[in-house]
């Protein structure tokens, strides 16, 4: 294992490079919507990722999940259709992918920030909504309720109506995770979070 002044660096370093990934796969998915595109940036962040883990002491036995998922994408990008990224046909399937569950959890957890800062729900919806117009982001909910209700209502729903697994799986990690943070630290995550849009 590395020593902390070099774990340090390491640190900088997977920030720097993961920064880097990010900024161009949302270039990229501004540029070109293709799901090539798209695939080919995530598949990037994560190989920056393993190399990382690498680096500080990881063996090819911790890393062979990763690097088969990575390995996985690389296939798609071939043509070939790897048996890990199969769609599993179920009845009781999600209505809606799980990278707009988590843009909807983030905007949650945004409205509850604005709301400590002083704003109503519905001005604090209000905000959260003009967000997700910006990014391009699709309300929640019906078709026909958009804007600020559509926001309000799936914290009501994420909170009191049986909300979905993944929903459970991502609001706790949040609340976990904000509690470290400062209300402007938090808000700022939040925002950055949104800022990504839905694939």
């Known amino acids: ?7 340090h660096q390491l640190s900088d370093s997977l920030g720097d490079q993961l920064l880097k990934a990010a900024e161009e796969f949302s270039a990229t998915k501004d540029g070109d919507k293709s799901i090539d595109a798209q695939r080919r940036g995530a ?3 994560l190989v920056y990722v393993i ?14 999940p990763l690097w088969e998922l990575a ?4 296939d ?16 009781d399937a999600s209505r809606r992918p799980n990278t707009r569950t988590a843009r909807y959890v983030s905007a949650s957890h945004l409205v509850d920030i604005l709301m400590g800062k002083g704003k109503n729900i519905e ?5 959260v ?3 997700f117009e910006k990014h391009n982001i699709p309300f929640p909910g019906k078709d026909e309720t958009t804007g600020w209700k559509a926001v309000r209502g799936f914290i009501y729903n994420a909170r009191y109506n049986k909300p979905s697994n993944s929903t459970v799986i991502l609001m706790d990690y949040w609340d976990d995770y904000l509690k470290t943070l400062s ?8 925002r950055a979070d949104l800022s990504l849009g839905c694939s």
């Open 183 to 190: 209300p402007d630290e938090a808000e700022d995550v939040l």
């Open 129 to 131: 909504a003009r967000l």
């Open 43 to 45: 598949q990037q962040a």
């Open 71 to 74: 390995s996985a994408l690389s």
């Open 123 to 127: 001005a604090a919806c209000r905000e």
């Open 1 to 7: 294992m590395t020593d902390k002044r070099e774990d």
């Open 51 to 64: 190399e990382a883990l690498r680096n500080s002491g990881y063996t090819p036995r911790h890393l062979k």
């Open 76 to 91: 798609l990008q071939t043509g070939f259709q790897p048996a890990m990224l199969t769609k599993v046909t179920r009845s």
